[in-house]
């Protein structure tokens, strides 16, 4: 460690130290006992990671959130395994050709119910929506989890119908969402595997695609950005791909809103200096126009005939929700 004097030598270099002899140190006799210490090691910084994360940026449900998991006479909630189904009650046994479904990922370290009021509000307008659990709440460790919300959804609803999935998502959850699609999509399973046929939208609150979307065919695939002018989390050139790749017809912005406005938990600031920035328009207020432009996103796709889906341009197709603010 060079000149530097006792104390000046911190734990992590240590630990590499101790790791690299036990590899090389003893003429190699000491293999097992280095990748013992290196496993070691990297459970102390995934531990020191995890409790800086949850004192920083855990985003735990508000109570209003949590409120609005109680079934009544509008919705019905369901819950199995990674899942948390929203159900309307109003026409939901009634015989349909197809129905618009939407499964939504949660943000990064943000409890899943934390989207409860506005996910339930779209329920209560008729259209199902499933919010799965990811692991240590980070979507990506979990991409594929729409399948389960899907077997789910079947369950209640039934397996002989044809569903038009719809995978969304907010901030990480949405780029998740995209890889989900993105998944489906490259493997030629949209319409030879049932359990994912009919994948017909994604949906972005506060979020963009991965790499990997813009270079599948999204012929039969509908989407839409919700932005928030006030977001300090999600912008930039991320941001501006996607206007530029998918086309002003599918960016939306709410004027004033900003990154926690798309849910309801606390705290509003993230770990590694993430802040977010200040909304000029209520809670409330955001979700309604939220709930809204999402709404008449997945109402498109319900009304949408069969025999169209599969000649959708995306880039094209999107234009009937008008701009907020």
């Not at 000149?3 to 003893?26: F, K, N």
């Not at 369901?78 to 479904?101: C, F, R």
């Not at 943000?107 to 799965?132: D, K, Q």
Request: proline share 5%; hydrophobic share 40%.
């Amino acid at each position: 460690f060079g000149s530097r004097g006792p104390g000046s030598v911190s734990w992590p270099e240590c630990g590499v130290a101790y790791v690299a002899y036990g590899w090389w140190g003893e003429g190699g006799g000491g293999v097992i006992a280095g990748l013992l210490a290196l496993l070691f090691l990297v459970l102390v910084l995934v531990a020191l990671f995890a409790a800086y994360v949850r004192m920083t940026g855990w985003k735990h449900a508000l109570p209003e959130a949590l409120e609005a998991l109680r079934s009544d006479d509008k919705v019905r909630v369901v819950a199995k395994g990674n899942v948390t189904a929203l159900l309307p009650n109003d026409g939901w046994l009634e015989p349909a050709e197809s129905e618009a479904v939407l499964i939504f990922y949660p943000g990064a370290f943000v409890e899943a119910s934390g989207y409860s009021v506005p996910l339930r509000a779209i329920a209560e307008r008729g259209i199902p929506v499933a919010i799965v659990s990811v692991p240590l709440r980070l979507a990506v460790f979990a991409p594929s989890r729409a399948d389960e919300a899907k077997r789910l959804i079947r369950d209640w609803r039934g397996h002989d119908k044809s569903y038009r999935w719809v995978i969304g998502g907010h901030s990480l959850g949405g780029t998740a969402a995209s890889q989900y699609v993105s998944n489906v999509v490259s493997k030629g399973r949209q319409e030879s595997d049932p359990e994912h046929e009919c994948v017909r939208g994604l949906l972005l609150w506060a979020s963009y695609p991965g790499p990997s979307f813009y270079e599948i065919d999204r012929k039969g695939l509908d989407t839409l950005g919700i932005f928030a002018e006030n977001d300090g989390i999600i912008r930039g050139e991320k941001v501006e791909r996607f206007k530029e790749e998918m086309g002003d017809n599918v960016f939306e912005c709410i004027k004033g809103g900003n990154h926690s406005g798309f849910a309801d938990y606390a705290p509003i600031h993230g770990p590694f200096g993430f802040k977010d920035g200040e909304s000029t328009i209520s809670r409330t207020v955001q979700q309604e126009l939220i709930v809204e432009l999402s709404v008449q996103f997945l109402e498109r796709i319900n009304s949408i005939p069969h025999s169209e889906m599969k000649n959708i341009n995306v880039a094209t197709s999107y234009g009937a929700i008008s701009r907020v603010g």
